[in-house]
């Protein structure tokens, strides 16, 4: 499966942005979804996860109640709504998909685990 993350920019703290992942080649309601960030210096880090279906999701501590991951499996496409945005949430977002009919389960909060990665889309915010 490609992925390919769109929808970053600059915004101002407080502010949101929706960021977008559309994928093809693909059975995309085959494959859980996660979502990273990498900011300079760092290393890339789980913000969040979906199952196949959509009916599960769960978060990162840092943006549990202002990030929502949702698909749609008719659209091929998963996004993450950001909202109160900080500016330590400026990083390189990326989408990624693990092997297919991978399991949901904590262990997809590891970068390890996926095989399929978007090329990334930068998310900056201004303080």
């Known amino acids: 499966v490609q992925l390919q993350a769109s929808g970053g920019g600059l915004v101002q703290a407080g502010g949101s942005l929706r960021l977008s992942c559309a994928a093809s080649?693909?059975?995309?309601?085959?494959?859980?979804m996660g979502w990273f960030r990498q900011a300079p210096g760092k290393e890339r880090e789980f913000v969040g996860v979906?199952?196949?279906?959509?009916?599960?999701?769960f978060y990162a501590d840092s943006v549990r109640g202002r990030f929502t991951v949702s698909r749609d499996n008719t659209k091929n496409t998963v996004s993450l709504q950001m909202n109160s945005l900080k500016p330590e949430d400026t990083a390189v977002y990326y989408c990624?998909?693990?092997?297919?009919?991978?399991?949901?389960?904590?262990?997809?909060?590891?970068?390890?685990?996926?095989?399929?990665w978007g090329q990334g889309t930068q998310v900056t915010v201004s303080s």
């Open positions: 990624a998909a693990p092997r297919r009919f991978r399991n949901y389960g904590p262990s997809l909060q590891s970068s390890h685990e996926y095989d399929y």
């Open positions: 080649g693909g059975t995309f309601g085959s494959y859980v």
């Open positions: 979906i199952s196949r279906g959509g009916g599960n999701t």
